[in-house]
Each structure stands twice: as C-alpha cells, then as structure tokens.
C-alpha cells in the first residue's frame, strides 16, 4: 500500500521567511495529494492540494510542487507569519472517480514562525 | 455553511466499555471518512462511507465498527475499549470520495 514520508519533523523560522516542508510517496498510482494545517485543539483544515495532472499550484503564499518521476510533492509558504505556526500534514491517494481510496498521511511537521 | 460537526468533544471512558461518536457531515456531502490520530502513529484511516454504504476500511480489528445514515450523518462504535484506543477521532466529509475533505474537530477519547 502507500506510504507517504514527511520530512522535516520540526521546523523553525524567522517571521518573513520561506518554509518547505518535503513528501516522498511510494505508489506511483497516487494522483491527490492534499495539504493540511492543524491548529491546538482543532481537526486538519485543507490548504491547498494539487492533481497529478498539475506540476504546481499557488495560492497567495502557498505554493504546492509536484514531481511525479521521483514521487515527491512539496508545500512553500512565503513571507511566514505567526498564525503560521501549526502541525502541516500531506496526504496522497489514488482518487478514481466514482471510486473509494483512503487518505494516507504523513506523520506531520511542526512548523513555528518566531516573531 | 455548517462544518463537519462532531459529538461528543471530550469522551472518557473506563477499559472494557464501549463508546459511540457521531459526525455530522457538511451539507449536501455524502462521503464521510474516520480517521484516529494518536502522537505516535500519527493519522491513520478507519473506513469511509458512502451513500449508506462502506466502501473501504482501514487495519483496525473488528472492535472498530461504523455506519451511515440515510442523512449521511454517521457514527462510528468502539467496543471493549482498551487502553491504546485512546486517541483523536476525526471525521471528514466530501462531496465526492478522495477529493476535499473538510475535517471536523474531533472527538478526544481517553480510556482509563
């Protein structure tokens, strides 16, 4: 089955900084891969997701790449700010239409943005 | 509109007993997904459903168990509880299956 892997586990920026954060997936029919932000004591919200009919996808400061030859997809967030600060979870499945496949989820990376 | 809702929040339970949660999908969605997130194994899918019926099921022994209704609210039951079933449980629901989901804030079950 899949196996998705997130690194880093724990990353810390300066507030104006760049973060990425990496995925590598292992099965090559994964064609959705979600990005979610958990905040304390909240479920994961979605932030952005990409189709692997799509190298990137950008939304005002977050960006998604995919790199399907090497299986790997990533999320930058540009000009960070505190409300940042979260647990970032990426997910890949392979979504037929129609069809039921699981969401399968890295094990997260705690993002802090210092001020 | 409504977000996923999920009840109860809190949940604490004594081993051996059992415990039903229920989720509230986003209207007008008909995919609801459970899925139980500990610190050490981080998110892990239980089974989703669609339109009343189960349409995929993660590996958790058969104590995990759920269902759908014909308003697509649906419930999920943990029987003889144990001390690792003590976890997050969060639903997500969808429009379609594998596509968006909206999460809710789960419920916190803690088994003693």
């Known amino acids: 089955g899949e196996n998705v892997e997130q690194h880093p586990s724990t990353l810390s920026v300066q507030e104006g900084d760049s973060a990425v954060i990496k995925c590598t997936y292992s099965?090559?029919?994964?064609?959705?891969f979600p990005w979610y932000k958990q905040e304390l004591g909240k479920g994961p919200q979605l932030i952005i997701d990409?189709?692997?009919?799509?190298g990137e996808k950008k939304d005002q400061r977050i960006a998604v790449t995919l790199n399907k030859t090497a299986k790997h997809f990533s999320l930058h967030i540009t000009e960070t700010q505190p409300e940042d600060s979260a647990v970032y979870f990426c997910?890949?499945?392979?979504?037929?239409?129609?069809?039921?496949?699981?969401?399968?989820f890295g094990k997260g990376t705690k993002l802090t943005v210092n001020p | 509109k409504a977000g996923v809702t999920q009840t109860p929040r809190y949940l604490i339970k004594t081993r051996g007993q059992q415990v039903t949660l229920s989720c509230s999908p986003i209207s007008g969605h008909r995919s609801v997904s459970w899925y139980q997130q500990t610190p050490g194994q981080g998110l892990q899918f239980l089974f989703e459903y669609f339109s009343e019926t189960q349409r995929n099921k993660g590996n958790f022994p058969g104590r995990f168990s759920g269902r759908q209704f014909s308003n697509s609210r649906s419930e999920m039951n943990v029987s003889t509880l144990e001390l690792g079933d003590s976890a997050l449980y969060l639903c997500?629901?969808?429009?379609?299956?594998?596509?968006?989901?909206?999460f809710g804030s789960g419920t916190r079950l803690t088994v003693v």
């Open positions: 099965d090559s029919a994964s064609n959705y």
């Open positions: 997910a890949a499945t392979n979504s037929l239409q129609g069809g039921s496949e699981k969401l399968v």
């Open positions: 997500a629901s969808s429009t379609r299956t594998g596509y968006g989901y909206t």
């Open positions: 990409i189709r692997s009919n799509v």
